[in-house]
């Protein structure tokens, strides 16, 4: 092994990255319907337990393009779950947070002073994502 023993990992970001979990995959399915949502239970759990620094969803979080209320609720009560808590949060956004968030309040989520946020979820859209972001 290198020099760069398994003990010592705080120069280390590590991130999970999730990629097209269709939350509301066959939600009208008696048999189905749950599936996606206790898979992205299942992720975002096993980025708790690994202690990662945050989590990287690579696209399609949602199966439809406008997710039904029911699917929304769900997702926010996993997030809510698994990602807001006390512990703090060990990087920075170097980049320009102005530019880079623009459309949101113009820095991460978990600087902000108001939300308790202890495992960061960063979001790329897919192609069943509005990346209008409406």
Do not use: W
Not at 7 to 14: H, V, W
Not at 38 to 52: H, L, R, T, Y
Not at 55 to 78: C, M, Q, W, Y
């Amino acid at each position: 092994m290198s020099d760069l023993s398994r003990e010592d990992f705080s120069n280390t970001l590590r991130i999970l990255v999730a990629t097209d979990c269709h939350l509301g995959y066959m939600e009208k399915d008696e048999i189905r319907r749950h599936d996606s949502f206790q898979a992205f239970d299942e992720i975002c759990s096993i980025a708790e337990q690994k202690n990662v620094d945050f989590v990287l969803l690579g696209g399609d979080l949602f199966h439809e393009n406008k997710p039904s209320r029911s699917t929304l609720v769900k997702a926010i009560e996993i997030l809510r779950r698994h990602c807001m808590s006390d512990q703090p949060v060990q990087f920075q956004v170097v980049s320009d947070q102005t530019v880079n968030f623009a459309n949101t309040f113009g820095h991460v989520n978990y600087e902000d002073p108001h939300f308790n946020v202890g495992l960061p979820v960063f979001s790329i859209h897919g192609n069943h994502d509005d990346p209008a972001g409406v």
